[in-house]
């Protein structure tokens, strides 16, 4: 038994939001997307990829796992890779798991989208992340998020501070600048090769309540920590789509969030969290209901 995880046309106008984009499976350019945590890496994830599947929320530290998002810019296939806030000040087991998470993603990128808040200005953790991904061995492209119109490239002066060459200002609310980021994106990314077939993957989603041991199973599966593992409750809030080899042929493993009552997560980011374990398991074509037995 063998296991094994795996996983252009005319330039837009400066401040254009782009729209040729659409879902598409293979992973193409692999573009880690890192930051500070509330630099708005989640959403501007979500609209590089024209949809909303990484979870965002106001409050600090709503994205934990890393999370592969797959879609299409101009013909070329992307994976953005979102990641939870780096914060390395943090020393707390869970802020050690994320920084992990996405060391991880910065690894197996083929490039880095640092993404900073220009609004609230260059701050210490800031610079610790670009200090961080300028040891990297892919190339870093500073997004500049938040600036929504010209009227704040001004902004843009005190980030060339990061070492990391010219920010991009990008807004990931507004859509503005996005075209030309996902155009840097494919230029600084591999050749691209023959596309490939469709994705025929069986998928399986592991479905339970919260803290039965749905991410300690996917783990055991692979033979590594794909996700984080905890004993607080709701500790992965993303649906984690991970490859897995088994005697040759290819799946899909899809970790959840555990599914409460929906009475119970109204108005909280568990809600957000629970949309999508409900949405991976109606694409799953097998799901696994973990329960504990103790």
């Known amino acids: ?101 996405a060391r991880e993603a910065i690894a ?23 200090a961080l991904l300028r040891a990297a061995d892919a190339p870093v492209i500073v997004a500049a998020n938040k600036i929504d119109g010209p009227a704040g490239e001004h902004l843009l002066g005190e980030l060339y501070g990061l070492g990391l060459g010219e920010p991009m200002p990008v807004s990931a609310t507004h859509g503005l600048g996005t075209g030309d980021l996902r155009d840097r994106i494919t230029e600084l990314g591999p050749d691209p090769g023959e596309e490939a077939e469709r994705d025929e993957r069986p998928r399986i989603a592991i ?20 996700t984080i593992v905890s004993e607080v409750a709701g500790t992965t809030r993303d649906a984690i789509d991970t490859e897995l080899e088994f005697d040759g042929r290819r799946l899909v493993l899809i970790d959840t969030a555990g599914i409460r009552r929906r009475t119970k997560v109204a108005g909280t980011i568990d809600y957000y969290a629970q949309l999508r374990a409900e949405r991976a398991a109606s694409r799953a074509d097998v799901a696994i209901l973990l329960c504990d037995a103790s």
């Open 1 to 101: 038994m063998r296991l094994r995880s795996r996983r252009r046309v005319s330039r837009s106008s400066r401040w254009s939001s782009g729209s040729s984009i659409s879902p598409r499976a293979g992973a193409g350019v692999k573009v880690a997307v890192v930051g500070f945590p509330n630099a708005g890496k989640s959403t501007l994830a979500n609209r590089l990829a024209g949809l909303r599947e990484a979870v965002t929320h106001a409050e600090p530290g709503a994205t934990r796992d890393r999370k592969e998002i797959p879609c299409e810019w101009n013909g070329r296939r992307i994976t953005l890779i979102d990641t939870g806030g780096v914060d390395l000040t943090a020393g707390d087991s869970i802020s050690r798991a994320v920084q992990g998470q």
């Open 108 to 130: 197996d990128a083929d490039v880095i989208l640092h993404v900073v808040d220009a609004r609230a200005g260059l701050g210490p953790g800031d610079a610790e992340v670009a």
């Open 207 to 226: 479905l339970g309540r919260p803290n039965v041991g749905k991410s300690s199973l996917l783990n055991a599966l692979l033979g590594f920590d794909r």
